[in-house]
């Protein structure tokens, strides 16, 4: 069949799928309960009409929204929340977008990977909104700005994203020495003369946290010169994220990297209290929950600095951020023991952010390298399904498991920026089917009710063979 008309198809039968659930979440009760007749009438229809398979792309209009909607994410509790609507996150990362738009060159790939990335129904981008003291350096000094960067690539990545409804979360630093992270902040202190002796005097040296906070500044109350919005207001962004992945090796009880943590969280919210704020954290558990420590990946893990559950309930962050790289962590070598390990570092992570936090966690990088020894395809693709099947048990109950973000996602032409984790979609059908499923089921549960209706069910139900059914 023409491609075009099956998708066209398809929207059809999306669109009146999502008309019947919205339909049916007007009878919610006063309660806002939708009752087990009403619920089991409305998954009937829906399964009745929603293909098994994955041919859903080019069908997330629905997620897109008009300029008048175009409002900030909110957290409610422990999910996220559009004009009080559910939004859980299917997304991805592609850290080099500012990097590539600084260049004429290569300034497209930015828009192609948006538009392929929309194509299979992705919300979220995950991306630097720092360069520090490096190659097409953001910030070419302390408090020093390329003008020219800002305007021809930060700029433009924040408007190409809102052209291509995807939100952003920007990340302000790094703790590794990639485009400079703490390590150059380092590099410019003791150029001054200051006393440094490690990197991890970047958490708390008062004038690394100046150069820090100034930085901080400067990207918040940015005006963006193609779209005229300050960064702070602008609905593209989803969240800040202080730092990408924080370690403070030097001071194994947390205390330095906890400091640091509260005073910047606080900072950041009172500059900006529209957007959301998160840490950048791994997820490994420190000495406050000595019981949790058991799902770490390793016992060096316990040595670096973190504390999950402790960094996570300091005054200004508004939901949890964890990776899973179990290549990295557990070993190099394919092997089941990954699947068994991401399914309970994830469910561990969900419950604790509901029993602990009470806020949503996103699972903000995970993948596999195709350079590990026994890596196939299939076996990222049982990988990737087991991350989105444990989210969606927490969504179907209304948990915290908000949503997660691949790491990571690249256009045709880019296999020289490759780590190993690189998702081409044009080059890897099965993995781009999966993502475009699964985005399909994210978006139905999105848009199933009012914030009040409850869409979690006790009863099996039949919605469930189209939201875990695994048939591509």
């Not at 020289?416 to 993502?435: C, E, F, H, R």
Request: aromatic share 14%.
């Amino acid at each position: 069949m023409d491609t075009h008309k099956r998708i066209f198809g398809f929207k059809i039968i999306f669109f009146v799928s999502i008309f019947i659930l919205l339909n049916e979440c007007l009878k919610c009760s006063s309660f806002g309960v939708m009752d087990g007749d009403q619920w089991d009438t409305t998954v009937e229809e829906v399964d009745n009409h929603l293909p098994s398979s994955s041919s859903s792309q080019g069908a997330y209009e629905l997620n897109g929204v008009g300029e008048d909607e175009w409002q900030m994410v909110a957290k409610k509790g422990n999910q996220f929340v559009i004009n009080d609507q559910p939004f859980y996150v299917n997304g991805f990362n592609t850290y080099w977008l500012m990097v590539f738009a600084a260049d004429q060159s290569t300034r497209g790939k930015v828009t192609e990977v948006f538009q392929q990335a929309s194509s299979v129904g992705l919300t979220v981008c995950r991306t630097w909104a720092f360069n520090d003291g490096q190659w097409r350096a953001l910030q070419k000094s302390p408090g020093v700005y390329d003008e020219d960067v800002f305007k021809l690539a930060l700029d433009f990545v924040v408007s190409e994203a809102k052209k291509y409804k995807i939100r952003l979360i920007l990340s302000l630093t790094n703790n590794w020495d990639a485009y400079g992270g703490k390590a150059q902040y380092v590099k410019w202190g003791k150029a001054t003369g200051l006393n440094l002796t490690t990197d991890d005097d970047f958490f708390s040296h008062p004038t690394l946290r100046s150069y820090y906070k100034a930085h901080v500044k400067a990207v918040l109350n940015r005006v963006n010169t193609l779209t005229n919005i300050t960064y702070k207001d602008d609905p593209t962004i989803f969240a800040w994220e202080l730092m990408n992945e924080p370690r403070c090796t030097s001071d194994p009880s947390g205390d330095k990297l906890q400091s640091w943590i509260t005073d910047m969280a606080v900072y950041v919210k009172s500059m900006d209290a529209k957007h959301l704020v998160e840490i950048g954290l791994e997820g490994f558990y420190g000495p406050s929950a000595p019981d949790r420590t058991q799902f770490n990946p390793n016992s060096y893990a316990t040595q670096v600095g973190t504390d999950f559950i402790r960094n996570h309930q300091v005054l200004g962050v508004d939901f949890a951020s964890v990776h899973i790289y179990a290549d990295s962590w557990i070993s190099l070598t394919i092997s089941d023991s990954h699947i068994q390990f991401i399914k309970s570092w994830m469910e561990a992570h969900i419950e604790d952010a509901e029993r602990y936090l009470g806020m949503p966690v996103v699972f903000a990088e995970f993948g596999v390298s195709s350079k590990d020894p026994g890596y196939n395809s299939s076996f990222r693709d049982t990988m990737i399904n087991t991350v989105y099947k444990t989210l969606l048990n927490s969504t179907k109950r209304g948990g915290s498991g908000a949503g997660s973000l691949l790491w990571q996602i690249f256009p045709d032409g880019t296999d020289y920026m490759d780590d190993g984790y690189a998702i081409v979609l044009s080059k890897s059908p099965s993995t781009s089917n999966i993502i475009s499923l699964h985005s399909t089921r994210v978006a139905i549960f999105n848009s199933m009710c009012s914030w009040k209706c409850k869409w979690g069910c006790k009863k099996k139900n039949p919605l469930d063979a189209f939201f875990y059914h695994d048939d591509l």
